[in-house]
């Protein structure tokens, strides 16, 4: 069974440009998850989806930061515009039904964002 | 609010040796608790959970840990690690109740030494 999928794994742009990010979760998992992890710290959550409902997206930076799951299944996080301070790695993660915690969540290999 | 303190950045550790990571958190409720492992330029990898039940978890790759209520901590050890498990460790907690939501430690960084 594949895991879970993002692309790309590296990224490198100015700042002020656009970036896009892509994950295809676990088949089967509509719990899906975007993290951002700095150097040296753990992941923090930015937005969790139910399917296609965006269901805690409080630490999300809207001004910049979107995501969206049309159809459930894959998903595309963006940073319009870029800054300085986003460089870093981007995890996402999916899951069984979050309303039972404990399920195990399981994580791509992240995109490492840098912005020079 | 809940938080999770990895107080150890590193541990050196020669191989065959034993090690213990320590995990402590904060919680005015009742958490489930996780230990995670990120490879190099990979994502984490789940270890063990504590949910409910015996406090000594034991998960794969031969690490177990223990849930301690009154110390609030749950710390991870290995009898005799190997090259291999030079990783980043990760810390989590979630609470009951909630949905899933994941709070991390800032990982400790077990380095084996031959």
């Known amino acids: 069974e594949a895991g879970v999928v993002q692309s790309p794994r590296y990224k490198i742009i100015e700042k002020k440009q656009p970036v896009a990010f892509w994950c295809n979760p676990i088949s089967g998992h509509n719990t899906l998850y975007w993290y951002l992890q700095n150097l040296g710290q753990g992941p923090e959550l930015l937005i969790r989806?139910?399917?296609?409902?965006?269901?805690?997206d409080s630490q999300l930076p809207k001004d910049r930061f979107s995501a969206e799951r049309l159809k459930g299944v894959d998903s595309t996080l963006k940073i319009q515009p870029a800054e300085l301070g986003d460089s870093a790695v981007y995890l996402c993660a999916s899951s069984l039904v979050a309303q039972s915690p404990g399920n195990e969540q399981f994580f791509g290999p992240g995109t490492r964002l840098t912005v020079l | 609010a809940q938080s999770v303190t990895q107080l150890d950045s590193q541990v050196p550790v020669f191989e065959e040796a034993p090690v213990e990571l320590r995990c402590n958190y904060s919680?005015?409720?009742?958490?489930?608790l996780f230990w995670y492992v990120q490879y190099p330029n990979q994502g984490l990898q789940l270890l063990l959970k504590y949910l409910s039940g015996s406090t000594l978890v034991k998960g794969i790759n031969g690490f177990e840990a223990e849930f301690n209520k009154s110390q609030t901590s749950f710390h991870l050890r290995k009898p005799s690690v190997h090259i291999s498990d030079t990783a980043e460790y990760f810390c989590a907690v979630s609470v009951l109740g909630a949905t899933n939501k994941l709070i991390f430690g800032t990982g400790t960084l077990l380095a084996v030494q031959p």
């Open positions: 919680s005015s409720v009742s958490v489930y």
């Open positions: 989806y139910e399917n296609e409902e965006a269901v805690d």
